[in-house]
Nanobody
Framework: QLQLVESGGGLVQSGGSLRLSCAAT????????MGWYRQTPGNQRELVAS???????IIADSVKGRFTITRDSAKNTLTLQMNRLKPEDTATYYC???????????????WGQGTQVAVSP
């Protein structure tokens, strides 16, 4: 069973930077898209940034120009570089992978356990 292992969260002052990493524990037949989502208590999980199989990216307006998403297909890793962090970026960040584990399987959605990011004023 594939797992997504996240790292890099923590506490930082406003204006600081953090780098989140997500690593898949094994390769799968096909990765359609990988992305980062975030969630605060009482709110729905929202997309922060994603990258699809051909490198196309989607970046949320709230983080555009501050966050950068990159994917290393060979290593099956996903990175979110977060610069100029703001207190409103405080949330639990989740890694998501959508793909097919085997050639004859259906498309499956995988989530990481989440990593906490806290930005102080």
């Amino acid at each position: 069973q594939l797992q997504l292992v996240e790292s890099g969260g923590g506490l930082v002052q406003s204006g600081g930077s953090l780098r989140l990493s997500c690593a898949a524990t094994r390769r799968i037949f096909r990765v359609d898209v990988m992305g980062w989502y975030r969630q605060t208590p009482g709110n729905q999980r929202e997309l922060v940034a994603s990258v699809d199989f051909d490198g196309g990216t989607i970046i949320a307006d709230s983080v555009k120009g501050r966050f950068t998403i990159t994917r290393d297909s060979a290593k099956n890793t996903l990175t979110l570089q977060m610069n100029r962090l703001k207190p409103e970026d405080t949330a639990t960040y989740y890694c998501k992978l959508v793909g097919k584990p085997w050639s004859d399987s259906s498309t499956t959605v995988y989530w990481g356990q989440g990593t906490q990011v806290a930005v102080s004023p």
